[in-house]
């Protein structure tokens, strides 16, 4: 990352000036106080923060920490700054303001990084809980500069207090580090919960075995936060000899209906993303459905809040560097949001928040056609794909910044793949996301024909499906029966064409509507 030292008033200007016209990116307006977002995958808006210490706000969005209070979400996150101040520190808190999910303010800085000698020179991700009137917020301390791990450990609990949730005050006597036995150079995540079964409060923490390196989710428990007293008790889950997970990252616990459910992020394995168990009582076993991912790996960092009634999950849609189509993933991006539903069969599914598929209310009747392969029919809405032996295309002339697409597919071969392609430039190279049949999942493609990101799905032959894309810039969520989502990073995408492939597959895709914002 680079560094500026000295910023001259030329440089504010032309920083203001690219930040508004960029189109890769989404943000709110340049305004102080309370700004409102204009996007419904925010990431920080562009403007100047701070009194004694400004900076730039102009970042992304990472680790989310979701709290609903008072008919009101407090999405707390990551702030992943664009340019970050040579000597300072990094990842402060930042906070999202919603009453709807589908439109946001945004509240600037909560929680400051500290200095270099202190715990929390960066900071990591945690969560807030409330105890009689006064909120706790548990996060994570960060310190690898050389001459505090010395004599420290590198990832420390560290807590802040608020009567308002508005001014934060640090707690600077609190501290939890790694107890014996475990790894204090990777001990972060705080999520801290009213355990009813236990009449206490549990708090969950991210680490690891040591010696062994196994990951853990570290279980401690209090009968009073305000004592500043946590007791360390058994994991809650260790991985399994079969994940082998290095890390279960952001872990959040909850329970809908009978059931109970963890969730957790891993992103070291081939199966990167967000994961999650199930189980019958707060204190397992907890048991590893059959796909056990919420979304694919371009959405990570999953944590959930409910209004009381309905549970959300949060994350973020990692962006790429170099922010093209062929860019590798980077960590934070813009904030994507699901309701989460559960199955009838105990497991989790995903679909866009009603108010976010209700801004979509201004109907064009048809999409714009722009070119059709030979083994391609159209016909009212309806398009008819014999893609078998070779690739059947229906191109669309561009659709804009935000838009939503439904369509309902019916595959009629047990192999090869049909799906959307979204262009990435003239050439005629596109990003794709297809329906795999054959291998039982759902697969984003760059367009290189790298697979990037993929969720499990059992697709069956002759049944019609429901999809449903949300688009705004270059992030695309790909719903499918309102029961799974596929979170991708598309650059270009507003800007080009976008169209229907088939390929070693005959399908139909008919009833296909494009709405858009009134």
Avoid at 105 to 124: H, N
Wanted: overall charge negative; some cysteine; glycine content about 8%.
């Amino acid at each position: 990352m680079k560094y500026r030292n000295i910023i001259t008033i030329a440089s504010v200007f032309f920083s203001l000036v690219s930040c508004s016209q960029d189109e890769n990116y989404i943000g709110g307006s340049i305004s102080g106080g309370n700004s409102e977002i204009t996007s419904i995958f925010p990431v920080p808006p562009a403007q100047w923060m701070g009194t004694t210490d400004p900076y730039y706000s102009a970042g992304y969005t990472g680790d989310i920490m979701p709290f609903f209070d008072n008919g009101k979400f407090h999405i707390y996150f990551l702030h992943d700054a664009q340019n970050k101040p040579a000597g300072k520190g990094f990842h402060d808190i930042h906070e999202y303001q919603s009453t709807d999910l589908a439109h946001f303010t945004y509240e600037g800085q909560t929680i400051p990084y500290g200095t270099t000698l202190e715990p929390d020179f960066a900071i990591g991700t945690g969560s807030v809980v409330k105890v009689g009137n006064l909120y706790y917020f548990y996060y994570t301390g960060h310190n690898e500069n050389p001459a505090f791990v010395q004599s420290n450990a590198r990832e420390s609990v560290l807590c802040a207090t608020s009567s308002d949730l508005k001014k934060w005050t640090k707690v600077p006597s609190f501290k939890i580090t790694a107890p014996a036995g475990y790894y204090n150079y990777d001990f972060r995540d705080p999520h801290v919960f009213y355990n009813d079964e236990l009449k206490k409060y549990s708090m969950l923490v991210s680490t690891q075995t040591e010696p062994g390196r196994k990951a853990v989710l570290l279980h401690f428990t209090s009968a009073d936060p305000a004592s500043g007293k946590w007791d360390v008790e058994a994991p809650i889950y260790t991985t399994t000899p079969e994940d082998n997970y290095l890390m279960m990252e952001c872990a959040d616990i909850f329970k809908m209906g009978s059931n109970w459910y963890l969730i957790f992020s891993e992103n070291w394995s081939g199966n990167k993303g967000t994961h999650y168990r199930i189980s019958s009582s707060i204190n397992g076993p907890w048991t590893k459905p059959e796909n056990d991912r919420i979304d694919g790996e371009y959405f990570y960092a999953g944590k959930t809040a409910s209004d009381g009634n309905k549970r959300y999950v949060f994350g973020w849609n990692a962006r790429k560097t170099p922010e093209n189509d062929l860019g590798n993933k980077d960590w934070a991006g813009n904030m994507v949001i699901h309701e989460l539903i559960q199955n009838s069969d105990g497991t989790l599914g995903t679909q866009s928040p009603k108010s976010v598929k209700d801004l979509f209310s201004k109907k064009n009747a048809t999409a714009e056609v722009d070119a059709i392969s030979a083994n391609a029919t159209a016909n009212n809405g309806t398009y008819s794909l014999s893609g078998e032996t070779e690739k059947a295309m229906v191109t669309f002339k561009s659709i804009g910044k935000k838009v939503k697409i439904k369509a309902e597919v019916t595959l009629a071969k047990a192999s090869g793949t049909t799906g959307f392609v979204f262009h990435t430039n003239d050439t005629g190279s596109y990003y794709k996301v297809v329906l795999d049949i054959a291998n039982g999942k759902i697969s984003g493609f760059n367009s290189a024909s790298q697979e990037v990101t993929r969720l499990p799905f059992a697709f069956q032959t002759n049944v019609k499906y429901d999809v449903e894309i949300i688009a705004e810039g270059s992030v695309i969520v790909v719903y499918i029966n309102g029961k799974a989502a596929l979170t991708n990073r598309i650059y270009g995408r507003d800007k080009n064409k976008w169209g229907l492939i088939a390929e070693g597959q005959t399908s139909t895709i008919s009833n296909l509507q494009i709405t858009q914002p009134e």
